[in-house]
């Protein structure tokens, strides 16, 4: 672990303080990609959580249409300000993502934006050539191009059923051919930048930048979650996941530009403790919290865009003027979210960033709402520890059962949860979900079976 100490690609301002605020009041910061020498957004728009017309995401209204006039108007707004990386994938938004997302750019010129998109060969059906291959195709198709600027290798690292990262690997890229074909189609130009996203076992991340080294495949960038609890505490919060500063370090040192993924960690560093908040406001009052994480995440030398998934107008808006320009973080603030990072990590939260691959649930369980609710109550300190008959108990019981049943109904809460383990492998994190469905369900029996 990298621990408090800057690495050499962060370098923050030295000043103590920040002069004035100034979000906002210029232009789009731009990065340079050193392979094509395109000038790329800070802010990267990620569409994995567009607006459905009957409000909010398909999270919330899984059988609602996307919003394909919000999604053109916001698409607009972002380009019309700087933004113009956005990043989507064939799984995305129940698999209609690339559809809408090639819909809004298309009414732009093509030189005018990057694509990103992904091989999200997941399942094991579609691990045969001919269907990954068919998954390239279609991207095309739905994003309505003849090539695309980032393709990534989807989410490597993680496992799947029966087999561990570095076997889910072998299966999905190598046994079959597709990475070389993927390659065949850079040197075609049907993809200009070919990298990957990294989640999980770090053997399959060293061994992909060790060929890197040896010139088996050249990785024009790579995906990483980075974040400031992540940058040293990834480890500790879930073994399977290395530390943001440990992946940064590797990339920087190549010179592999880095994009960015999870800069506010699913939400959870836009949602914090009051006494958190309380720091931050003492720095800069009218600052909001979420705006230190994106910050901290688009100050390393070498991040190419930081992803932002932006449901909403007000979203989008607040993103583009933290990065308009991106003001450098003092040494000083650096080391405050380094101390903020602690006090988090030691409130021993559930790591779920809400993306929701482990979704659909075959019980019909809501996982990702279970985890919000949890982790909100940790926040707010409306988690209950100890069968007392103070007040304090009583009200904090009040709060998380209430909560509980007003934010999961009652038949996909987590006594529904039967072990199967079909969603572990999806986690990008890691996390051991039925464990956690057991854990959580035990807490509330053992609330409800103490005083009323």
């Given at each position: 672990m990298a621990g408090s100490v800057?690495?050499?690609?962060?370098?923050?301002?030295?000043?103590?303080?920040?002069d004035s605020i100034i979000d906002g009041q210029g232009e789009m910061t731009l990065r340079t990609n050193p392979n094509t020498g395109d000038k790329v957004s800070l802010l990267g728009y990620g569409m994995m959580r567009l607006p459905?017309?009957?409000?909010?995401?398909m999270r919330e209204n899984p059988d609602s249409p996307i919003d394909q006039e919000m999604v053109n108007r916001q698409v607009d707004y972002a380009l019309e300000h700087g933004v113009n990386y956005f990043d989507t994938a064939p799984v995305y938004c129940q698999g209609k993502s690339e559809h809408s997302t090639g819909i809004a750019l298309a009414r732009h010129p093509?030189?005018?934006?990057?694509?990103?998109t992904k091989m999200s060969n997941f399942a094991p059906a579609s691990w045969n050539r001919a269907d990954s291959e068919a998954i390239f195709e279609n991207s095309l198709k739905e994003l309505q191009t003849d090539y695309v600027d980032y393709l990534l290798l989807h989410s490597v690292g993680n496992a799947s059923e029966n087999m561990d990262g570095m076997q889910t690997f072998q299966a999905r890229y190598l046994d079959n051919g597709i990475l070389d074909?993927?390659?065949e189609q850079k040197s075609k130009g049907r993809i200009r930048n070919l990298g990957f996203s990294y989640h999980g076992d770090v053997r399959v991340f060293d061994m992909l930048l060790k060929w890197h080294d040896e010139k088996k495949y050249h990785w024009?960038?790579?995906?990483?979650?980075?974040?400031?609890?992540?940058?040293?505490?990834?480890?500790?919060?879930?073994?399977?996941?290395?530390?943001?500063?440990?992946?940064y370090e590797e990339l920087h040192k190549r010179g592999i530009p880095a994009v960015i993924m999870e800069p506010l960690l699913g939400g959870r560093?836009?949602?914090?403790?009051?006494?958190i908040v309380k720091h931050l406001h003492e720095q800069e009052p009218e600052t909001p919290v979420s705006r230190w994480a994106f910050r901290f995440a688009g100050n390393p030398e070498g991040v190419l865009t930081v992803l932002s998934g932006m449901t909403y107008m007000e979203h989008l808006k607040e993103n583009v003027a933290t990065y308009s320009p991106l003001r450098p973080l003092t040494a000083e603030e650096h080391d405050l979210l380094m101390r903020i990072a602690k006090e988090i990590f030691q409130l021993k939260n559930i790591p779920c960033t809400g993306c929701s691959y482990c979704m659909p649930c075959p019980f019909g369980i809501d996982i990702p709402a279970i985890f919000s609710h949890y982790n909100k109550c940790v926040n707010e300190g409306n988690l209950p520890l100890t069968d007392t008959h103070d007040k304090a108990f009583r009200k904090a019981r009040q709060?998380?059962?209430?909560g509980y049943d007003r934010s999961v109904p009652k038949l996909r809460q987590a006594d529904h949860c039967i072990g199967c383990n079909k969603c572990v492998s999806h986690c990008p994190q890691g996390i051991s979900i039925p464990e956690e469905m057991q854990r959580i369900n035990s807490y509330v029996e053992s609330l409800k079976q103490s005083i009323s």
């Open positions: 800057l690495l050499s690609g962060c370098r923050p301002d030295n000043r103590q303080k920040s459905v017309e009957a409000g909010g995401t093509r030189n005018s934006y990057f694509i990103a074909w993927l390659v024009d960038f790579v995906q990483i979650e980075l974040n400031y609890l992540d940058w040293d505490f990834a480890d500790e919060i879930n073994n399977r996941n290395a530390d943001a500063s440990y992946l560093l836009a949602d914090l403790p009051e006494f709060v998380f059962l209430v």
